[in-house]
């Protein structure tokens, strides 16, 4: 059973930065295509980025280009969040993007930021 691991969040204020780590236990990272998404309060979950497993390939939503980049090693998966905006207050996830559809969700890392 994966169980997926999320760190890194905090509270900072508008324009701070954060970088959220990834980790997995009981299965590599390595082969999957990984991926961000975050929940805000009374919200549905929503995609952030993803990244491919080569490293190659990278995906984000509009709300997050230019701002965050998603990058991995062999183990982790890292989202750095830049000039981060009070709209970006949610619990950050990461998860597998896969045809076979979601491991089990982590905890997820909280991200406050104030304005």
């Known amino acids: 059973q994966v169980q997926l691991v999320e760190s890194g969040g905090g509270s900072v204020q508008a324009g701070g930065s954060l970088r959220l780590s990834c980790a997995a236990s009981?299965?590599?990272?390595?082969?999957?295509?990984m991926g961000w998404y975050r929940q805000a309060p009374g919200k549905e979950r929503e995609f952030v980025a993803s990244?491919?497993?080569?490293?190659?390939s990278t995906s984000y939503a509009d709300s997050v280009k230019g701002r965050f980049a998603i990058s991995r090693d062999n183990a982790k998966v890292y989202l750095q969040m830049n000039s981060l905006r009070p709209e970006d207050t949610a619990i950050y996830y990461c998860?597998?993007?896969?045809?076979?559809?979601?491991?089990?969700w982590g905890q997820g890392t909280q991200v406050t930021v104030s304005s």
């Open positions: 998860n597998a993007v896969r045809s076979g559809g979601f491991w089990p």
């Open positions: 009981g299965r590599t990272l390595v082969n999957y295509i």
């Open positions: 990244m491919g497993w080569s490293g190659a």
